[in-house]
């Protein structure tokens, strides 16, 4: 099954550190992001990718010339300018029956073989990976009087669910494909027409948004930590959602 990594944008959040590099090329442990997620995929026995790339792709050719991960690595023209569908279905006649699309820049310690069974189950065109939504502030609990109950520094909020990419398409997918953007426009589309599901992973994930982000990571890395890593393959299936 291909993987499908996106690697064309212009990662303004980063920036400066984007204006020459792409932001799937920042360095995280001597390596680029990419390349640990790429690492990460083969682990659990995945070795064929495209990078879907564009913005300095130049950077990217440079980079994996003639480099020896353990994989087959397709580096396709997506368009400079292109929105994150657009680069998707620029990857239409490079993939197989079912294939997996993921961003350049989150980490996660996902069971690949779990998303696969569980896409397997339900008749929708498309699973979305989700993970419970973490936030980068303190919250405040508070009671009616404005009396602060409890302040919780920067927690996992289980009751919202948000999209960690790790998204396994069927190739029938294409005949509902609607608009530029993956985000606003394709997944809006597949959930009105009832074809997109998601797997519930309650587990690490993290990205690469931010100079922050990039030291956090690196410190992982430097401290041997390898929280994405996966240990062992849960047993049975999350319920469909």
Known sequence: ?????????????????????????????????????IKAFIAQGHTDFILAAGYRKNVLDDYFEGKNLGAKIQILDTGANADTGQRVFACKDYVGDSFIVTYADGLCDLPIRSLIDFHATHEGLATITSVPMYSQYGVLDVAADGKVIRLREKPIIREHWINAGFILFDRAVFDHWHGTNLESHVFPHLVSKELAYTYRHDGFFKSLDSYKDQVELEEMLTSGVLPWALKEVPNGLLAKS
Not at 7 to 30: D, I, N, S
Request: charged content about 15%; aromatic content about 8%; hydrophobic content about 45%.
């Open 1 to 37: 099954m291909k993987v499908v990594i996106l690697c064309g944008g212009k990662g303004l959040r980063a920036f400066p550190f984007t204006e020459y590099l792409p932001k799937p090329m920042l360095p995280v442990g001597g390596s680029p992001i990419v390349v640990q997620v």
